[in-house]
């Protein structure tokens, strides 16, 4: 008999996995352009208390297939035996390798593909196990360290509108002047106090002039600039130094450790990944070659918000910087982002999101508001997020209607120009 | 307003300490020999909701007096709030170094002295909450991989008696053929399946002697050595080649990081330590050394029970094994390591602990039984033991009588063998 079957357990008896499309501005990056709507999946899992735990994660189909499987398998568990839970996703997903390459998060293995499935149902059960105590999720990660968590306003180069559609509420953004201008507007409105650009899209010069106009602009907020691989290392190393002492820290400019490391040694501020360093068995090399300076650690990925506490403390060893990694998502994933950042005393950089660019959401509103860039930890047990039955199913149909079940931004891309080629690095 | 001052938060209102002191047999290590007394700390959190919460740690009077301090700064916190209570502790302990020598666990740091401090209260916190929720603390911890902890028979060379007392049952053991009766005696009773050999008290030639009778003694029973550091590199690697192929794992033959690479590149058996890697900081450069196979965790120094979750993440990031370490304990403690080496997946190895050696406890007899050799983690709330208040004021008392008030092995051996000097390496 293990722990989990004891008789005060409570247990999974069912398991809803619903996929879901929001509308998604046709936001530019080193790989396409954003396809007019994301997929996310949202997991419910009910017990035999009546406490239903929320979950969400990518929407791809092969990931959805992935989380049919294991959901199947926690049927029956305590919703407190997350290490057997982390047991059962090993041996149901042993040999597959999922290909999703959702948000340009590197390499694929088995072992990533089981941490991503479990990450879900780790979140869910974490979210039950504080309703059942009466206790914010924070509280189960040992206890908040900050009242609110900071996030950063997250630009990128956009067209207007997706073909055909009208333009969004933002604009067109193709060059250093509209991207200011997209920062003030995202900053009146939402109060952020550090500046993430998503770069790759253009040379080099016009993301260092974005760069150079937004700190004129911006000149006490912190600037950072990622453009996802798309630089040589020669390249790499001259847009770092030509950035000196502007931006907080330079992600991802180039592909693979060993490049990164030749970067590393000729650039001034620290380089931060979440293309180089996606699982535990990256930090070894990592550390070896001294590739990068800070992780942006991503509870979706990384195995759910307790191995993000394990990975904490990793960095925190090896004197690694810790921030955090965002795809497009709702309002489950920014509760479980605030809840594993609050709880986290070493993650002090403020946490990406996409959050400005939706308007549409699956949970109740007003659980999660931006005051001064920062969203207050909720206090409610679980979670603290709760969700609209109604918005779920529109986002379903709409999940439906528009056909997309894999995220390609290259594609699409290709569909308007037939010559593009996401061949990185690009420069 | 931190989230510990949410209105739903259970208080920690008062905080006791007692020191206990139990009866120790003489056993030999590398530095002395065991006073007649061991002590502890045993600790008593109060809430406000009226749920004690028990810790228990060293009782050396520099470490009772850093353990009053914290615990005044702990009055008012949320149980849940362990985050919090590390900071405190930090602030509280700025600038203390607690000069603790207790079990020979290495470098006394600033950070591991807070860290064996807030250990204590971690745990007690976690006693707390598993309470509050009807959950054994296993759960609090990701919920028990095993239904059983398996430990390991910790043999000493010991004498007959302290002087001037009859013997103990178990009687002198300075040859092989005492430790193989003494091993016989331990197994029969407690059914362990692993051997470990307290070694540093004899010229490494009889040691080696010890461990080839008990191997042929047990051919199946996976065996141990602990030297303590008393032999020299060259000393080590004789030992080590002398015994390729019988030792599970070598165990701190000489001191030091550097040391310790070089016998791990002439021996064949892994190293393992709870000397030469007792904190987040050494983790590092015993990695880029190469100087440790297999770390001994011990919660009352590493940091507590959460702490010892991120050490087994790193062990598992660095392909390191995951052993855990004892200091003559009572039942609280060993409460303790039974719930987190149930709730950690790679601590595979069977646990060190001096538990055969005592005759005495603070806690309600039955909560904790070996069979073959194992423990059954206890499925009552929090720590699943209770304390017997008879039993601790009579260990108090015998605290209070016996005089002792810092542990150390020398000075007690030199009170007989006044030319004895704890000097390391010895051979």
Chains 1, 2 share one sequence.
């Not at 550390?287 to 904490?312: A, P």
């Amino acid at each position: 008999m293990t722990k989990s079957q004891t008789t005060n357990a409570t247990r999974i008896t069912d398991i809803r996995i619903t996929p879901v499309a929001f509308h998604d501005p046709p936001l530019l990056n080193s790989v396409g352009v954003h396809q007019p709507f994301a997929i996310r999946s949202i997991i419910e899992v009910g017990t035999s208390d009546g406490v239903t735990g929320l979950g969400e994660s990518y929407g791809d189909a092969g990931h959805l297939a992935r989380l049919r499987l294991v959901g199947d398998a926690l049927v029956g568990l305590d919703v407190f035996a997350t290490n057997e839970m982390l047991k059962r996703t090993v041996e149901v997903l042993h040999g597959a390798v999922g290909a999703d390459r959702h948000g340009l998060t590197g390499q694929i293995s088995e072992r990533g593909t089981v941490l991503r499935t479990f990450a879900t149902y780790e979140v869910a059960a974490l979210d039950i196990q504080g309703k059942l105590l009466g206790r914010p999720v924070s509280d189960l990660l040992g206890g908040a360290v900050r009242t609110s968590v900071p996030y950063s306003a997250y630009l990128f180069y956009k067209w207007a509108a997706h073909p055909g559609e009208r333009p969004d509420r933002y604009g067109e953004a193709l060059d250093a002047d509209a991207i200011v201008l997209q920062a003030r507007t995202m900053i009146s409105e939402y109060g952020f106090r550090a500046i993430k650009l998503k770069g790759g899209v253009l040379i080099a010069e016009e993301e260092i002039a974005a760069i150079e106009a937004l700190r004129d602009a911006f000149p006490d907020v912190p600037l950072r600039l990622d453009p996802n691989t798309a630089w040589s290392v020669a390249t790499s190393i001259k847009v770092g130094r030509e950035l000196d002492g502007v931006l907080e820290y330079l992600e991802d400019p180039t592909p693979g450790l060993d490049g990164m490391a030749e970067v590393a040694r000729d650039v001034s501020m620290p380089l931060a990944t979440n293309m180089c360093v996606v699982g535990f068995e990256d930090i070894a090399p990592a550390i070896e070659k001294k590739s990068v300076q800070v992780i942006l650690s991503d509870h979706h990925y990384w195995g759910g918000l307790t191995k993000v506490k394990g990975l904490s403390e990793i960095c925190d060893t090896f004197d690694l910087g810790l921030s955090m990694h965002s795809n497009s998502h709702l309002g489950i994933s920014l509760a479980a982002m605030t809840h594993v950042a609050a709880a986290v005393p070493n993650l002090t950089y403020a946490l990406d999101t996409h959050w400005p660019w939706k308007f549409e959401d699956v949970i109740v509103d007003g659980a999660l508001d931006f005051v001064d860039g920062a969203i207050a930890v909720p206090s409610a047990p679980g979670l603290g997020v709760e969700l609209d039955h109604d918005a779920l199913a529109h986002l379903h149909a709409q999940y439906v209607a528009c056909g997309i079940t894999e995220r390609s931004d290259t594609s699409y891309m290709q569909s308007f120009h037939p010559d593009y080629r996401a061949e990185l690095p690009r420069w």
